[in-house]
């Protein structure tokens, strides 16, 4: 079956811009995951969504972060006045559900973010 | 709080010798282990999980880790490396309700 895709898969954009990532999820996953990978800081969590609860915020590093999950499925990862240390590549991860903690999460391929 | 952490940022290896990646974790409560492999411009796979089941795990491509408490290590093994294992490897951990915490990566390289 389909996986997790993300788009677009490659954006660059000038600092101070705002801009958005999507993440599709496996269909039936109820959580979903935002990580960043950048050099140096390697994998970092940023937020997760489990159904309809509140979001788990708590890896987001600035209020220019935010995420919103429509309908329980898409997920939209947004960075408003980029900055060049937001230089990454944004992964996005879904799974069955949160609180059976050995589920799988599976990986989308991400979107490489460059700051210019 | 919970941490991983793996020893050496990069691994070499000649083709078929011995694969060896450290991780030590940290965890308040029992874990859940994971290894994921990142081959170059792709996502993260899988390769094996722990679950509190058996110790030693097998997972896909020939690699296995095994789970001891008493050191809070989860070591990644493969017996005969081969060059299509190049990779970044990461090491995870995942608390009950929790997101993922990864380590920051070895690189394997495999010579011929």
């Known amino acids: 079956g389909a996986g997790v895709s993300q788009s677009p898969s490659n954006k660059v954009t000038e600092k101070g811009k705002d801009v958005e990532l999507r993440c599709d999820p496996i269909s039936g996953h109820t959580a979903l995951y935002w990580y960043r990978q950048s050099l140096g800081q390697g994998l970092e969590f940023l937020i997760y969504?489990?159904?309809?609860?509140?979001?788990?915020k708590s890896g987001l590093p600035s209020d220019r972060f935010s995420a919103e999950r429509t309908g329980g499925s898409v997920s939209t990862l947004t960075i408003q006045r980029t900055q060049q240390e937001d230089s990454a590549v944004y992964l996005c991860a879904s799974s069955f559900r949160l609180a059976g903690a050995s589920y799988e999460q599976y990986f989308g391929p991400g979107t490489r973010l460059t700051v210019t | 709080a919970q941490s991983v952490t793996q020893l050496g940022s990069h691994v070499s290896v000649s083709e078929g010798a011995l694969v060896l990646l450290r991780c030590n974790y940290s965890?308040?409560?029992?874990?859940?282990l994971f290894w994921y492999v990142q081959y170059p411009n792709q996502g993260l796979q899988l390769l094996l999980k722990?679950?509190?089941?058996?110790?030693l795990v097998k997972g896909i491509n020939g690699f296995e880790a095994e789970f001891k408490k008493s050191e809070t290590s989860f070591h990644l093994t493969k017996p005969s490396a081969h060059m299509s294992d190049a990779a970044e490897y990461f090491c995870?951990?995942?608390?009950?309700?929790?997101?993922?915490?990864f380590g920051k990566g070895t690189t394997l390289s495999v010579s011929s």
């Open positions: 995870a951990v995942r608390e009950a309700g929790t997101a993922l915490i």
């Open positions: 722990y679950t509190s089941a058996a110790t």
């Open positions: 969504f489990q159904g309809n609860s509140a979001p788990d």
């Open positions: 965890s308040s409560v029992p874990p859940y």
